[in-house]
């Protein structure tokens, strides 16, 4: 496994922006792949947003057109640029990594590696 770890998190107005981050190298592996997920208040955990070690990117449609996944040059920093903020993506929210599996499918057993969370609240 190897170590992740979120920031960002906060409390934001609907309509505003948050960026989250998370800290750590990932897997180094040909088919090596990073997400976020989100846990809504006594929901279960759904898939936001992943990214290929190819840069391919795939997105939950309830956040495409608004939220943006990337990775720094050196790959060791995840980010989540969250835009035009809803009540309903008040969630923590979770980065994972893992390699090797069917990545674009949010599939939790598809990941090796699991951050902490960081709580993220919208609110009118």
């Known amino acids: 496994q190897v170590q992740l770890a979120e920031s960002g998190g906060g409390s934001v107005q609907s309509g505003g922006s948050l960026s989250l981050s998370c800290e750590g190298p990932?897997?180094?592996?040909?088919?090596?792949?990073m997400a976020w997920f989100r846990q809504p208040p006594g929901k279960q955990r759904e898939g936001v947003a992943a990214?290929?070690?190819?840069?391919?990117?795939t997105y939950a449609d309830s956040v495409k057109g608004r939220f943006t996944i990337s990775q720094n040059a050196a790959k060791s920093t995840l980010y989540l640029q969250m835009n035009n903020l809803k009540n309903e993506d008040t969630a923590v929210y979770f980065c994972a990594a893992g390699y090797g599996g069917i990545w674009w499918s949010f599939r939790e057993s598809q990941f090796n590696s699991w951050g902490q969370g960081t709580q993220v609240t919208v609110s009118s």
């Open positions: 990214i290929h070690s190819d840069g391919s990117t």
């Open positions: 990932g897997y180094s592996h040909a088919n090596s792949y």
